[in-house]
């Protein structure tokens, strides 16, 4: 499975997920021509695209969704909760709702949608599995990772999950004191830390390739989230790919089931390696 962050962080997320033939955006926070712009910078096309799904309303989520499912006439996959808190148009956009908890097919993808713990209406987290059993877990903006998500984003092959803020940072930072309790609330954004401890009861025997996503620009360094990462891994003993999702640099995966030798990519963007 081909797997693209595209852009991650409160100024805009896009994941781009393709296997066999069919094309997913998974969050739709960066317009058309930027979206557009960072698919062909990896060598990836935005016609490809069947539909887009969303995690939950946050305009750095959403802000190009509308948009890019109207002038490329795709659907926009949400649950009832995301569509009512968002000011999406419901008449011109074609929309398909789906349950949280529960799984949905888009061409040759299964998506298994799982509730997370976030100040949003109804706010989901996904493994996107293609038809050969290769499964991606994708989780940002979570406040709290309770025992069902931890469950779900076990056995994935490879992992996108949210680190946001050093906390240190956070509590010293610029941010409005309102601002810095709404993040570190069980309704918020994970830490490093607690990013760490999570991923550590999430890698499995499976997981290829991990990359953390959704860091703070203000509160957090990749430095330090790839430092943290590498010792997670040495004391684990795990061996896999490691990357940090940017908010400016798209860059691609190619994500197979272990054991199996990677297809070779389809296409290879100058940000390829980010490890
Ligand atoms: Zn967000
Ligand atoms: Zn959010």
Redesign the pocket.
């Known amino acids: 499975m081909i797997v693209a962050p595209l852009g991650s962080g409160s100024a805009g997320n896009a994941y781009y997920f393709e296997s066999d033939g069919t094309a997913i955006l998974v969050d739709a926070g960066l317009g058309p021509r930027d979206t557009k712009k960072r698919l062909e910078a990896v060598g990836l096309e935005i016609e490809m695209l069947r539909a887009i799904v969303l995690t ?1 309303e ?1 305009y ?2 959403i802000r190009g969704a509308e948009k890019i499912a109207r002038k490329y006439s795709i659907p926009i996959y949400l649950t009832r909760g995301t569509l009512d808190a968002s000011a999406i148009e419901r008449i011109e956009t074609p929309l398909v709702l789906f349950e949280n908890n529960s799984t949905f097919t888009i061409g040759e993808l299964a998506v298994h949608a799982r509730r997370t713990i ?1 100040d ?1 209406a109804d706010p989901a987290c996904f493994v996107i599995e293609a038809r050969d059993g290769t499964r991606v877990g994708l989780a940002s ?1 979570l406040g709290y990772v309770d025992e069902p998500v931890l469950k779900h984003l076990q056995n994935c092959d490879g992992l996108f999950f949210e680190s946001n803020h050093d906390l240190d940072m956070l509590r010293m930072g610029t941010y409005p004191w309102s601002l810095k309790r709404r993040i570190m609330s069980r309704f918020g954004h994970l830490s490093n830390d607690d990013s760490m401890l999570a991923v550590q009861r999430m890698i499995g025997a499976d997981l290829k390739t991990l990359c953390l996503i959704h860091l703070s620009q203000k509160n957090n360094h990749e430095s330090i989230v790839r430092d943290m990462a590498a010792r997670l891994l040495a004391r684990t003993g795990a061996q896999l790919e490691l990357g940090i999702a940017l908010q400016e640099a798209p860059a691609v995966y190619q994500v197979s089931r272990r054991g199996r030798r990677a297809a070779t990519p389809r296409a290879v963007g100058a940000q390829m390696a980010l490890f």
């Open positions: 939950h946050h750095d989520h976030h949003a903006d």
